[in-house]
T-cell receptor
Framework: AQKVTQAQTEISVVEKEDVTLDCVYETRDTTYYLFWYKQPPSGELVFLIRRNSFDEQNEISGRYSWNFQKSTSSFNFTITASQVVDSAVYFCALRDATNKLIFGTGTLLAVQP | NAGVTQTPKFRVLKTGQSMTLLCAQDMNHEYMYWYRQDPGMGLRLIHYSVGEGTTAKGEVPDGYNVSRLKKQNFLLGLESAAPSQTSVYFC?????????????FGPGTRLTVT
């Protein structure tokens, strides 16, 4: 069965702290894709990154970085020097061979000034 | 480009009433999806379509019907609304058959059934 687990329901940090959001997935497919989406308080879903199962290179985009490890079935997301504007719900998702997205339950990140 | 748009943005229904949610995209995407978002449960797939004239059931299809008469539009219908269908509904679209492509989401429709 395909499954995405985001064990952290809520995280609260103070501005400028680093924070890591965890994502663990389960799949039997050998080819799959992983995604992160951001949902700010305004409610829309914003695409952040995708990663395919054959590319385990870490990626950095500004203050954001992602660590993909197939050995532990994890795709963790780190925000460096967090800012108030990073406050949002963050979703990890798995896209399987049938092209459907399976979402985790999300992590609510609150960055306090 | 407007991307993915949803109509209406908010709606309040009484139990037993019917309504249709409209999703439109101007990106020429083949695939379209309807999700519902409930607190603590993430997004769950209701129905999806891989092309004009085709639809398929997702994870939570009961109580909903869909139609894809035109490539750019994907309609979600509730024939007899129930309080359990109170939720935020998101439509999404993506390029055809390429699972690497991300889904583009609409702004959502907040539906309350009393």
């Amino acid at each position: 069965a395909q499954k995405v687990t985001q064990a952290q329901t809520e995280i609260s940090v103070v501005e400028k702290e680093d924070v890591t959001l965890d994502c663990v997935y389960e799949t039997r497919d050998t080819t799959y894709y992983l995604f992160w989406y951001k949902q700010p308080p305004s409610g829309e879903l914003v695409f952040l990154i995708r990663r395919n199962s054959f590319d385990e290179q870490n990626e950095i985009s500004g203050r954001y970085s992602w660590n993909f490890q197939k050995s532990t079935s994890s795709f963790n997301f780190t925000i460096t020097a967090s800012q108030v504007v990073d406050s949002a719900v963050y979703f990890c998702a798995l896209r399987d061979a049938t092209n459907k997205l399976i979402f985790g339950t999300g992590t609510l990140l609150a960055v306090q000034p | 480009n407007a991307g993915v748009t949803q109509t209406p943005k908010f709606r309040v229904l009484k139990t037993g009433q019917s309504m249709t949610l409209l999703c439109a995209q101007d990106m020429n995407h083949e695939y379209m999806y309807w999700y519902r978002q409930d607190p603590g449960m993430g997004l769950r797939l209701i129905h999806y379509s891989v092309g004009e004239g085709t639809t398929a059931k997702g994870e939570v299809p009961d109580g909903y019907n869909v139609s894809r008469l035109k490539k750019q539009n994907f309609l979600l219908g509730l024939e007899s609304a129930a309080p359990s269908q109170t939720s935020v509904y998101f439509c999404a679209s993506s390029y055809p058959g390429q699972s690497s492509y991300e889904q583009y989401f609409g702004p959502g429709t907040r539906l309350t059934v009393t």
